[in-house]
């Protein structure tokens, strides 16, 4: 079945210092998303990418979808407090309309 | 235009019960996603539904888990006879397109299930 995993699973940093994690899926897809889940909140929409190769920038964050659209990243510059949370991405399979989402990855930003 | 509404937010059943999950999309919205969190995990993939249709169910347990989507009124996620292991955060999310097309997904705040 459909799988998108991430890594890592957790991520400690020290604010200012740079965070990324990767997000693999096991099908092509047809677009890729990322959410935002503060602790105890619900998901937060931050994007989407859906051309292969593309790259998209928020202040400190980038966002990048993977040439042959399996894979994706994203990228905070100089993380801050606020940055605190667990961050997914999703991704709809080629030729389906579901919404699948990876396993997470939990920054914790030390201040 | 109000978010996505979950209700209850919270909802304690002993084992046994009944818990039924309601969650009204934002408006506009024909297409509803439903998620199951466990405490420290990631978003399992329940089901899909639109408009009085189930369009993809392969997320939800065979037994004693059901959802529907009327053409009037709020999505439901019915859990019969709940067990312990049915304890999570349950979400739901809407959007006004497929997923394919590009659609995000708005989440509700999310029910938080506890059978005891």
């Known amino acids: 079945g459909q799988q998108v995993m991430q890594i890592p699973q957790y991520q400690h940093v020290q604010e200012g210092e740079d965070f990324t994690t990767y997000c693999n899926s096991s099908t092509t897809l047809s677009n890729i998303q990322w959410y935002k889940q503060r602790p105890g909140g619900h998901p937060v929409f931050l994007i989407q990418l859906v051309k292969s190769g593309e790259v998209k920038k928020q202040k400190r964050l980038t966002f990048q979808f993977g040439e042959a659209k399996k894979n994706s990243s994203l990228h905070i510059t100089a993380t801050q407090t606020t940055d605190v949370g667990t961050y997914f991405c999703?991704?709809?399979?080629?030729?389906?309309?579901?919404?699948?989402f990876g396993t997470g990855t939990r920054l914790t930003v030390i201040p | 235009n109000a978010g996505v509404m979950q209700n209850p937010r919270h909802l304690v059943r002993r084992r046994g019960q009944e818990a039924r999950l309601r969650c009204s999309p934002m408006k506009g919205h024909s297409h509803v996603y439903w998620y199951r969190q466990l405490p420290e995990e990631g978003l399992k993939f329940m089901v899909y539904?639109?408009?009085?249709?189930?369009?993809?169910e392969s997320g939800m347990p065979k037994e004693r888990f059901s959802a529907e989507f009327p053409k009037e009124g709020p999505s439901i996620l019915r859990i019969q006879q709940v067990v312990r292991g049915d304890s999570a955060a349950y979400f739901c999310?809407?959007?006004?397109?497929?997923?394919?097309?590009?659609?995000?997904?708005?989440f509700g705040q999310g029910t938080r299930l506890t059978v005891v």
């Open positions: 999310a809407s959007s006004p397109f497929t997923a394919g097309r590009g659609g995000e997904a708005f």
């Open positions: 539904l639109q408009k009085e249709n189930i369009i993809d």
């Open positions: 999703a991704g709809s399979p080629t030729g389906a309309n579901n919404l699948f």
